[in-house]
T-cell receptor, first 113, second 116 residues
Framework: ETGVTQSPTHLIKTRGQQVTLRCSSQSGHNTVSWYQQALGQGPQFIFQYYREEENGRGNFPPRFSGLQFPNYSSELNVNALELDDSALYLC????????????FGPGTRLTVL | GNSVTQMEGPVTLSEEAFLTINCTYTATGYPSLFWYVQYPGEGLQLLLKATKADDKGSNKGFEATYRKETTSFHLEKGSVQVSDSAVYFCALSDRASGFGNEKLTFGTGTRLTIIP
């Protein structure tokens, strides 16, 4: 059984650029959620994907977008990066309707200069 | 909206001391409550959970009881170890948001350091 993996581990971008973060789900999980964790804060829900469609969204602007693929892996895309986008981005996979099964990846640390 | 308020840290204790980390919540529906732990350089790990009032979640010597009357879910451990040093997050999931559309709402986290 493989866990949730994320790539890259670290990333440095400049304001205005675009970034894509990747996540591979735990085997058997069909739902992926993305969270943003700013330094010293708790994770904040960005959105969730199920069956390749967005299935719920937090209070994030449209420049945050995502994809889920048939193998349940996922991407998080952020356009027009801002300094405040600097954070740890966490991916979590789960079974649909079972938030207690959410397994988190180690995260991608994004720094925007 | 939903929110979670955690005891602010950092918390520093000696090994074998008693631990309490306070957590209170606000929710519009019937939330499930969770404690997650984050070790340095790692993702969040589910520590324990409780899904209804008066339920007690427990794992690895940690316990928390779902108290609806006080909207609390305090984390306790009778004797902490150096290996318990980590950041602890209280979280809730509100089923009122609809099946399959559940998300976790987290507190700000409490950093715990145990001194030998």
């Amino acid at each position: 059984e493989t866990g949730v993996t994320q790539s890259p581990t670290h990333l440095i971008k400049t304001r205005g650029q675009q970034v894509t973060l990747r996540c591979s789900s735990q085997s058997g999980h069909n739902t992926v959620s993305w969270y943003q964790q700013a330094l010293g804060q708790g994770p904040q829900f960005i959105f969730q994907y199920y069956r390749e469609e967005e299935n719920g969204r937090g209070n994030f602007p449209p420049r945050f977008s995502g994809l889920q693929f048939p193998n349940y892996s996922s991407e998080l895309n952020v356009n027009a990066l801002e300094l405040d986008d600097s954070a740890l981005y966490l991916c979590a996979s789960s079974l649909r309707g079972r938030v207690d099964t959410q397994y988190f990846g180690p995260g991608t640390r994004l720094t925007v200069l | 909206g939903n929110s979670v308020t955690q005891m602010e840290g950092p918390v520093t204790l000696s090994e074998e001391a008693f631990l309490t980390i306070n957590c209170t919540y606000t929710a519009t529906g019937y939330p499930s409550l969770f404690w997650y732990v984050q070790y340095p350089g790692e993702g969040l790990q589910l520590l324990l959970k409780a899904t209804k009032a008066d339920d007690k979640g427990s794992n690895k010597g940690f316990e928390a009881t779902y108290r609806k009357e006080t909207t609390s879910f305090h984390l306790e451990k009778g004797s902490v170890q150096v290996s318990d040093s980590a950041v602890y997050f209280c979280a809730l999931s509100d089923r009122a948001s609809g099946f399959g559309n559940e998300k976790l709402t987290f507190g700000t986290g409490t950093r715990l350091t145990i001194i030998p």
